[in-house]
Each structure stands twice: as structure tokens, then as C-alpha cells.
């Protein structure tokens, strides 16, 4: 954002957070600049096609009930058709290794002795950028500030921290300040577009043990 628009999405979330009055027009205005700001990426893209070819292998994240299956097929159509399922969230090709990097890479999420994971905000911030077709860039570039954030969500400061704290959501720290996987943030207007991050510096992630490193 220019630091002109920064300014104005700041003050229209403080007036938010406070409980003030904001006139239509302005929540328009700023709904509609942040969308002709935001990066082009379309995360209500139509859920992926089960049908794929036999010998194709790929890795699935579907849901049922409140549980996410990581797993691998080549015939993902006859897999579906076998194992509970509710909804194919993404898909991604496969490659030796990746079936167990991913669920190394959501451990803490597992359930013990399966393939299956409880949501976290990792795993569907993961999923989304699947979706997306922005799972291979940095984490870093989908981090925006607390002031975007509320006016992404249409939610003030105190529920992005209880969110946080809670588990819901990430809370990142650049250089003091926190900072937002706007993939982990429901979106207040269906269909619309993330905000674009702050500018990128060396962004420091605290995990919830504490320990700092660079994404």
C-alpha cells in the first residue's frame, strides 16, 4: 500500500476498533482500493476435479467431518470413491518423499497412527495456496499488517489477538510488529481479495516455543 492509503486503512480501523460510526461509502471505497491493490489471486478458484489420469500420482488433502487425510493415489478417482470423504480440498503432483515431507511438515496436527489431520492454520493456509497456484513462493509475501488485516477480515484488533491466541490464526513479528498469513484470515466480503503485504524486510517468525528464524 502507498502510505497515503496505509494512513487511511489505519484510521478507518481504529474507528472501527473503537466502536465509531463508518459510512458505507468510505467501507466502499476501501474495499474497492484494497481489491485494485491486492495481488491478482483468486482464491475462490472452483474446487479441483477428482477425475485424473490412472498412473499420475498426486498427493490430496480431502475433509471429513472436522478432519483433513493427506495421502497419495495415481487413481485419485477410485481413492475418493473408497475412503470417507466430504470434500477434496487441493491436490498437488507428487514426487518421491513428498507425502512423508508433508506430514512431517504438519506433525503437531496429526493424529497419531493415520493419515489424518486436524485443521490448523498451517495446513489450511497450505491448502489454500494450493489452490491458489502460489504454494511454492515464500510465506513472507502473504504477511500483511494488523490494520489490512482488519479491514480484510472486517474484525478488530482484540479478535485477530484472541484468534491467535486461541490457535486460529498465526501472529508473526517484523521488527516488532505483528504481522499476518493473510491465507489464515477469512475474508469479511466473500471472494475478496487479500490485501497486499507491507513492504518485505527480514522478516523474524516466533514460533509458540519461541524460537526465531527467517521463513
Known amino acids: 500500500m502507498s502510505d ?7 484510521d478507518l480501523a ?6 465509531e460510526q463508518v459510512t458505507e461509502e468510505e467501507k466502499s471505497f476501501a474495499y474497492s482500493e484494497a481489491r485494485r491493490r491486492a495481488y491478482r489471486v483468486d482464491l475462490t478458484k472452483r474446487k479441483p476435479k477428482p477425475t485424473m489420469r490412472l498412473g499420475v500420482g498426486v498427493i490430496y488433502y480431502l475433509r471429513f467431518c472436522c478432519r483433513i ?3 497419495y493415489s495415481a487413481d485419485l478417482e477410485s481413492r475418493l470413491q473408497a475412503v470417507p470423504c466430504d470434500e477434496l480440498l ?3 503432483p507428487s514426487r518421491p518423499g513428498l507425502e512423508g ?6 506433525a503437531d496436527a496429526r493424529i497419531p497412527g493415520t493419515e489424518w489431520f486436524r485443521e490448523t492454520p498451517a495446513l489450511v493456509a497450505h491448502i489454500r495456496a494450493l ?3 502460489i504454494a511454492g513462493r515464500p510465506q ?3 504477511l500483511i499488517d494488523t490494520a489490512a488485516a482488519m479491514l480484510y477480515t472486517g474484525r478488530d484488533r482484540h479478535t485477530l489477538y484472541r484468534w491467535a491466541k486461541e490457535g486460529r490464526i498465526t501472529k508473526t513479528f517484523d521488527r516488532g510488529r505483528a504481522r499476518w498469513d493473510v491465507l489464515e ?3 469479511a466480503v466473500p471472494g475478496c481479495p487479500p490485501p497486499p503485504p507491507p513492504p518485505i524486510r527480514d522478516v523474524r517468525i516466533v514460533d509458540k516455543r519461541g524460537a526465531k528464524g527467517t521463513p
Not at 481504529?14 to 466502536?19: A, D, K, Q, V, Y
Not at 515431507?101 to 504438519?106: I, S
Open 185 to 187: 484470515l477469512p475474508a
Open 4 to 10: 497515503e492509503f496505509s494512513s487511511y486503512v489505519l
Open 101 to 106: 515431507m508433508r506430514h512431517r511438515e504438519f
Open 131 to 133: 489452490r491458489a497456484g
Open 90 to 92: 487441493a491436490t498437488e
Open 140 to 142: 513472507r509475501e502473504r
Open 69 to 71: 487425510k493427506i495421502g
Open 14 to 19: 481504529i474507528r472501527l476498533g473503537n466502536g
